[in-house]
């Protein structure tokens, strides 16, 4: 989809933003299965599930990014992402990325 119109992501931590960019649209792991935003979606919330994020930037490339399970609000063109924890690329197991207490 390249030259769609772009949004704007946040992806926020309790302990910081870990990411703010301009991007083409992200997939997310939804709790019904994956959710895709794209400019101009309908305004929403909802859960999210451990898993990952895909952030497709305008250049055609994309981020993949795990994270543990949290809630989206999309308003506006602007997709701001609360989640408990990313989970560093290196430090990604599927046992890890899905359970929800790290000390198990």
């Not at 451990?50 to 952030?55: E, F, T």
């Not at 250049?59 to 701001?80: P, Q």
């Amino acid at each position: 989809m390249e030259g769609s119109q772009p949004i704007t992501v946040w992806i926020i931590t309790p302990e910081k933003t870990i990411y703010k960019e301009v991007v083409n649209h992200v997939i997310l792991p939804g709790i019904e299965g994956e959710v895709g935003i794209f400019h101009n979606h309908t305004p929403f919330m909802t859960y999210i599930t451990p898993g990952h994020l895909q952030i497709h930037l305008q250049n055609s490339r994309v981020i993949y990014m795990a994270i543990k399970s949290g809630l989206i609000e999309f308003k506006d063109d602007l997709l701001t992402v609360l989640t408990i924890e990313e989970i560093a690329q290196e430090n990604i197991s599927v046992k890890m990325a899905e359970n929800e207490d790290p000390q198990d």
